[in-house]
């Protein structure tokens, strides 16, 4: 089993939407969670950041854990078409080790 | 600003041959990590590295080595180079666990390998 689970896409939005991503983990351990937003032919960059359960929220994104359901979520409010990307889920014990999910190609249509 | 850089964009070698990936961090960060990302697989850690000629096995280390002969420098090793090798190859940095800000990883732009 992976440790992290992503739906690869393509999601396909217009502009303004929300727009929902999501991540199932298997361990339980598992108390740091961050989301990696990478434009094409370019390395992933880091979004947003949680520790252990709760929202967080940084302008249109927000972020969202549910440790009693291994589930963590990104939300993005008035989505534009710069937003359009793939998002990279991740997890961690301990920052010496991440675990990503396979990452959800977005498009955002003007 | 934190930048990573990795030495080649595109790459296009020989099946059996040795490769060899350079990544150098700017910001005096004690860990460096190689991934390599694959369609629908995601980023797959191949080693990382918290100290200088230190080095631990990630998921998929077969067919790879590591060297860290110094803080600033990662480089990856394909020994013998196969056509199972062929991806988007990506270096990252970030700062020790004990210190503030651990949680971000900085990435490279990726080395694009093409084994034939």
């Known amino acids: 089993q992976k440790e992290v689970e992503q739906d690869p896409g393509p999601l396909s939005v217009p502009e303004g939407a929300i727009v929902s991503l999501n991540c199932t983990y298997s361990?339980?351990?598992?108390?740091?969670f961050m989301w990696y937003r990478q434009y094409s032919r370019k390395g992933p960059e880091l979004l947003m950041y949680?520790?252990?359960?709760g929202n967080k929220e940084d302008g249109r994104f927000t972020a969202q854990v549910d440790k009693s359901s291994k589930y963590i979520s990104l939300f993005i409010r008035d989505s534009q078409p710069s937003d359009s990307a793939t998002y990279l889920c991740a997890v961690s014990y301990n920052f010496n080790k991440f675990y990503f999910g396979s990452g959800t190609k977005l498009n955002v249509k003007p | 600003d934190v930048k990573v850089t990795q030495s080649s964009r595109y790459l296009v070698k020989r099946t059996g041959e040795k490769v060899f990936l350079e990544c150098v961090q700017d910001m005096d960060h004690e860990n460096m990590f190689w991934y390599r990302q694959d369609p629908g697989l995601g980023l797959r850690l191949i080693y990382f590295?918290?100290?200088?000629?230190?080095?631990e096995k990630g998921d998929i280390p077969e067919g790879y080595s590591v060297s860290r002969e110094k803080k600033e420098r990662f480089s990856l090793i394909l020994e013998s180079a196969s056509t199972n090798q062929t991806s988007m190859y990506l270096c990252a940095s970030s700062l020790n666990f004990r210190r503030e800000t651990r949680y971000e990883q900085y990435f490279g732009p990726g080395t694009r390998l093409t084994v034939t």
């Open positions: 361990n339980s351990a598992f108390q740091y």
């Open positions: 590295s918290y100290d200088v000629k230190m080095k």
């Open positions: 949680t520790y252990s359960s």
